[in-house]
């Protein structure tokens, strides 16, 4: 447990404009001193392989996510005995994810940040190469066991980012990661729509290509991991020390706090709108007869859906020195626009019954054709308004619990994952109607409980930057978890 004095910098910094040393040469360095100078310079140099980590191993397995039910149904056609479903096996991998979640900060404490996210970077290999081999059982097996690696892989993940950045730069940091994670996003979909181009069945021959070489770029990934150094060296941050056990207790301790509870809304909505645009939303186009060609759209959507997270991931990384002046509650508030434009136009654009089964029911445009640019245009729109969300809530996560992020990123985790599953199991019974009703609602009540969040966060760091030095007031200015 960390003392109320290691706390004693604003959690919301401003970077001086006189700070001396500046990196201005390097496009998203800003310094403030020259111990800061290289700070930032060896977060600089680490940052970008650690997205290429998580680019490599979401190349894979994002991509392998995306063809699941499709190759699912053409080994089916082939051995009828196989009786899996795709649906089902990720609706297995989130809840797993969400109740290992609590476990997830204690094998940090015991494994580091590192070998904790290298550890659940093989569960995603064994996943992806089970399909070189495949059964039934193998298949509900290996999603739990990455839903298992994905709560390791992920609570590891905003630990090492926390221990890399600090205040001036979690933003940058939490923006350029999302963004170069999120390029997974376009190359796995451009492979899929020239791999499947054509194709109605995937023959045997073709799913093993294709799945080796997935396997190959997932464990490429794991070895990026791998050769990462230790975070927290550079930065002058580290974790509060404590048993595996005192982790767990921290975990359950800090999701019973009123800013966790309140964050807990904000993360259930990434977690449904995270099920519904990569999953529910490529079912509609698919399942939408109107469309000329529906099942070119899915790769499209796709593409479209990873341009929006790049682009807004980047903006937010490259510029998060100047927005984060501003606070991370206009950018949230942006999401929030942008999926409220993104949600009406789903419902003009697409019939109700398009998430359960092939249709041919009409728009609300005129002559109740559906318009493929505005199809296009929602990808995008859900991509961008996503990392809105995302971004900041990682930044706010690094900022706020900087001495208690295991446990934070846990909570964050466990929330959204339990929250992606209930979509899962929903989306076989409800229409399009329901769906867009549910996001609503909780886009509306997460926004708000964020913004409160993050305005008493703003509030308790001027009310410490303007307290005298070595003044404690800690019932009222520092009341972080811990």
């Not at 070189?132 to 059982?137: E, F, I, Q, V």
């Not at 339990?418 to 899962?424: E, L, W």
Request: with cysteine; proline share 4%.
């Amino acid at each position: 447990m960390m003392s109320q004095s290691s706390e004693a910098e604003p959690l919301i910094q401003r970077v001086p404009e006189n700070s001396g040393v500046c990196c201005e040469s390097h496009p998203v360095c800003e310094c403030q001193s020259s111990q800061g100078d290289r700070s930032h310079m060896q977060c600089c140099r680490r940052l970008p392989f650690f997205g290429l980590a998580f680019f490599l191993i979401f190349t894979a397995f994002n991509t392998c996510s995306l063809i699941l039910q499709v190759v699912i149904d053409s080994i089916q056609k082939e051995d009828p005995s196989f009786a899996g479903s795709g649906y089902v096996s990720l609706a297995v991998v989130y809840a797993v994810f969400a109740t290992t979640n609590w476990v997830a900060p204690s094998c940090l404490t015991i494994l580091g940040p590192k070998l904790t996210m290298v550890a659940g970077a093989l569960t995603y290999t064994l996943f992806i190469a089970s399909f070189l081999w495949p059964h039934t059982w193998l298949l509900y097996l290996v999603s739990v066991v990455v839903g298992l690696g994905a709560a390791l892989i992920w609570t590891g993940q905003g630990n090492y980012l926390t221990l890399m950045s600090d205040d001036a730069t979690i933003t940058r940091n939490s923006g350029i990661f999302w963004a170069m994670m999120q390029c997974s996003m376009v190359f796995g979909n451009i492979f899929v729509f020239v791999k499947f181009r054509g194709q109605e069945v995937i023959s045997a021959d073709t799913r093993f290509v294709v799945f080796i070489s997935l396997t190959a770029v997932s464990v490429a990934g794991t070895l990026v991991l791998l050769l990462l150094p230790k975070p927290g060296s550079q930065s002058g941050r580290s974790d509060a020390a404590s048993s595996p056990t005192k982790e767990l207790m921290k975990s359950f301790k800090l999701f019973v706090t009123k800013d966790m509870l309140l964050l807990s809304v904000t993360f259930f909505y990434t977690g449904l709108e995270l099920s519904f645009y990569s999953g529910v939303y490529s079912a509609c186009l698919s399942f939408t007869q109107r469309f000329p060609d529906p099942k070119m759209l899915v790769g499209l959507s796709g593409i479209s859906i990873g341009v929006g997270e790049i682009l807004a991931g980047a903006t937010f990384g490259i510029f998060g020195s100047k927005t984060i002046k501003f606070g991370r509650d206009p950018i949230v508030l942006l999401g929030f626009l942008i999926h409220m434009v993104c949600f009406y136009l789903i419902f003009l654009n697409l019939p109700k019954d398009s998430p359960l089964c092939d249709t041919y029911g009409p728009s609300k445009f005129s002559g109740g054709q559906p318009i493929v640019w505005i199809a296009l245009l929602c990808s995008f729109l859900l991509g961008f308004g996503d990392a809105c969300f995302n971004t900041q809530v990682y930044s706010l996560l690094g900022s706020v619990y900087s001495d208690n992020s295991g446990p934070a990123f846990a909570v964050f985790q466990f929330v959204q994952s339990f929250s992606a599953a209930c979509c899962f199991f929903y989306s076989t019974y409800i229409s399009l109607h329901w769906h867009l009703g549910i996001l609503v609602v909780f886009c509306v009540v997460g926004t708000l409980t964020f913004c409160v969040v993050e305005w008493n966060a703003y509030r308790k760091a001027v009310v410490k930057s303007a307290a005298p030095e070595g003044y404690d007031n800690e019932g009222e200015v520092d009341q972080r978890p811990s």
